[in-house]
Every structure is written in C-alpha cells, then in structure tokens.
C-alpha cells in the first residue's frame, strides 16, 4: 500500500507516460513493463523507437559474431514492431551490426516504419561479410519523411523520377555509397540542410542542384562538383582538391568554412619555380579553387583552413572580389604559407574583424605586411593598410613577447598610413590583453 501511495508517476496519463518513454532506448523502453501491469502495454504506444545492437548486445565483446544471439536480437525487433502494430511511428532509429545476411529481415522493420507514417529514419546497417546494405528504394518514397539519416548503405541507380520525398528538410548521409543521376537532389523540394561524410559517388562528375537547400556540408566526398544552390546561407566545404568545380552558383551564401584536403607532393609541385600549370595535373587541380572561390565570393564571413590558404597562392591573379565580406577567420601552421595573405586581404575592402589564429608559418618572399618573415622593403600590404576595426590573435605556440611585438608593428605601420588599429585582442598562453584606442 505505501508503495502504491508513493507511485505518483504511475497515475501520470498514458500519453505523458509514452512521450516519457520516447526519450529512453527501446530496449530500456521495454523493461518497464515489469515495474507493474500499469506498464505493461505502453511500449505499445511510445512514438519513438530507439533500436541499438550495441546496447541490446553489451558488455561482452564478439557477440556479433554469434548467430543464436543475433537472431535473439531479431526477434526482439520483431516482437516490439509486432506489439505495435499500426500505430502512427514519428521517429524510427536503428543501428544493427552483423556478420550475417539478415537483409530480407531489416527490409521489412524499415518497410513497417515507413508504412506506419515514420517522419525521422535513422540507419546504421553494417553487413561485415558484403560491402554495403543495399537500401530498398521505398526510403525514397514517402509523403511523411522530414529528417532521413543514412550511414553505410548503398543506394543502387536511382533517378529522380523514382524519387517522391515532399516533406524532406534534413537529408544526411555518411560513408554511403550513392548511384543516382544529376536531377536526384533537384527531386527534393523541401530540402533545407545536407550533410554528406565520406559518400562514394556512383559518377565521379557530381552535380548537386537544389532551389531550397539552406546549409550543406560535405567532407570526404571525392568527385568533381558541380554547386547550383542559389538558396544556401551555410557552405562547410573540407574535401580533397575536386579535379574542377565546373558550377558553382551560392549568390546568398551567409558564411562559408573552407578547409582544402592536399597532399605534400601537391605542395611541393606547386611551391616549384616556373610550374607549368597546363602541363601539370595536380597544379591545375588546385588552380581550379579559383572558381569555387568565385562562387562564393558574397558571403560575409569566411573561415579558411592554413591549406586553403596555401593553395589561393596560386591563385592571386584571379583572386575575385569580396565585397560582402565582414570577418574573415585565417588558421596558419607552420608549413603552410601565407602567400595568398596580401591579395586576399586587398580584395575585402568592406572587411571589419580578423582573426588570425596562429602566425607561424611557412616562410616565404611573398607574405606581404602579414608578418616580419620579409625584409621592410619587400613587404606589400595587408594588414597594415585593409580597412579592418578588429584584430583578433589566437596564438598557442608563441610568447606573448612575440605575439605583442607584431602587434605594435602593424598598429605603427597602420598610424603611419592613416589608419586606426580599432580593437585588437591577443589570447596567448600567459592570458588575454585588449589593444582599445582611445576617443
């Protein structure tokens, strides 16, 4: 009796109960059932299901590998989708991992949710012994669907005709391998937010094209990229050099976070003295940068990586004009060179805050007024002369010393030319110090 009296949750409405539920995994959902009878059907009704192998299979190692236990698992599945029935699914999520051909089977729970009006599908499928898990295309058919995460499974030919996904605004695929044709993303109306990790394209020539699409990032995805996203305010780009970028149309970008992916001998091929670009493949690949830049020449600010920074050497003479451009993030390493510093910053006349984190870098002839790596006659103008109000250090590796003494060098340089040093502010080991100006 006292237990009864101290049971408040339990009185709580089914409805409160099963969207307390929701939050837990499947597996924890399910072992409420025996806490009391007042539990026992309401896994029946809980909105969201969270199926892991790895939670169901802890915490002995290997157990993957053992059939009896990888079909107990499956009749698990298999009994929770049963004690549902038709009843409407909002979010679906299943991780499974298997030595096993269990694909016949995992068609059929993703076909259940799908049937009951899913509008979150989440899939993890590894199969250790194929490649990939080939995903059915009914994923791709669904009038409910609003977030779809993918990870390792194949999507086999699939043409934008065989598409309907209306509802569709998130869209994520990781290490998956994907065959459709150029218009697949155009089939998707609603888009909003693209996230693509280490997809393997069926066609190296790769067009994404989408009138709605807001934010995309894409990382580890090799191929030529054609970008026709006239709607996109947040472009996340850390790939190796694309062979081209034939297309890039990005017109309202917001902010982009460039990070190029090369490899020392592309450095080195192209840091050599009267390259040939024509002539050689991999320096041309990194000229080509110059028209992804150019396509993303309105946003208003901009992070680049100490490789990409390298890589905009080569292409000073085309630099385009970023005339939107507010703040401007450069991260340096010591290998990689500034070069492209001077240009850049000549070519963001409207630009009011830099950040620099780091200032070592590769020493060169041609890092204009950035650092003291130059003789005073050598120097071109950057810092010293751009229209900027804020000058942020983030320095890890050198003294404040060091950081202070540039500092004071690009303030009297900057006096000398006509210009405030507005506001500078310097994080270094030893602590942080503002440089405010006086009215």
Not at 104 to 129: F, K, M, P, Q, T
């Amino acid at each position: 009796m006292l237990l009864e009296k101290m049971d408040h949750v339990s009185s709580l409405p089914d409805g409160v109960l099963c969207h307390i539920l929701s939050f837990l995994t499947t597996k924890e959902a399910a072992l409420t059932s025996i806490l009391c009878k007042r539990w026992r059907n309401l896994l029946s009704f809980v909105p969201n299901l969270d199926i892991d192998d790895s939670v169901f299979l802890r915490p002995e190692e290997g157990k993957e590998d053992r059939y009896d236990i990888q079909q107990s698992f499956m009749e698990f599945v298999d009994r929770v989708l049963a004690l549902q029935g038709n009843s409407p699914i909002k979010k679906f999520s299943l991780k499974f991992r298997t030595c096993f051909d269990s694909s016949h089977r995992v068609d059929g729970w993703i076909s259940n949710a799908l049937a009951r009006g899913v509008s979150e599908l989440d899939l993890l499928i590894i199969l250790y012994r194929r490649d990939y898990f080939l995903l059915s295309s009914k994923c791709f058919k669904s009038r409910n669907l609003v977030t779809l995460k993918l990870n390792s499974v194949c999507v086999d030919w699939l043409a934008a005709g065989d598409v309907f996904l209306p509802m569709l605004k998130t869209l994520v695929l990781h290490s998956v391998r994907l065959c459709v044709d150029k218009f697949f993303f155009r089939a998707l109306p609603a888009l909003e937010e693209l996230v693509l990790f280490a997809v393997s394209w069926g066609d190296r020539d790769v067009t994404l094209s989408n009138a709605s699409l807001k934010t995309l990032t894409m990382k580890y995805c090799l191929g030529t990229f054609s970008l026709d996203t006239p709607s996109l305010v947040y472009f996340c780009f850390s790939e190796y050099v694309a062979i081209d970028y034939p297309v890039v149309i990005m017109q309202n970008l917001f902010e982009a976070r460039i990070s190029l992916l090369v490899t020392e001998e592309q450095i080195e091929r192209a840091r050599a003295p009267n390259i040939d670009w024509v002539e050689d493949d991999a320096v041309l690949r990194l000229v080509n940068v110059e028209k992804l830049m150019k396509g993303i020449r309105n946003v208003q600010y901009l992070n680049l990586s100490p490789n990409t920074l390298e890589v905009l050497s080569l292409c000073c003479e085309s630099m385009p004009v970023f005339n939107n451009l507010k703040l401007l993030t450069l991260k340096s390493h010591k290998s990689r060179g500034w070069q492209a510093m001077p240009v850049l910053l000549r070519n963001c006349p409207h630009l009011e805050t830099l950040v620099l984190e780091g200032l070592l870098h590769h020493v060169t002839d041609k890092c204009g007024y950035a650092c003291d790596c130059v003789s005073q006659e050598d120097k071109g103008h950057s810092v010293t002369s751009c229209p900027v109000k804020v000058l942020e250090v983030f320095e890890k590796k050198l003294t404040l010393k060091n950081v202070t003494y540039y500092i004071v060098d690009v303030i009297c340089e900057r006096v000398e030319n006509g210009y405030s040093y507005g506001v500078i502010v310097i994080l270094a080991p030893e602590g942080l110090i503002d440089f405010i100006p006086e009215d």
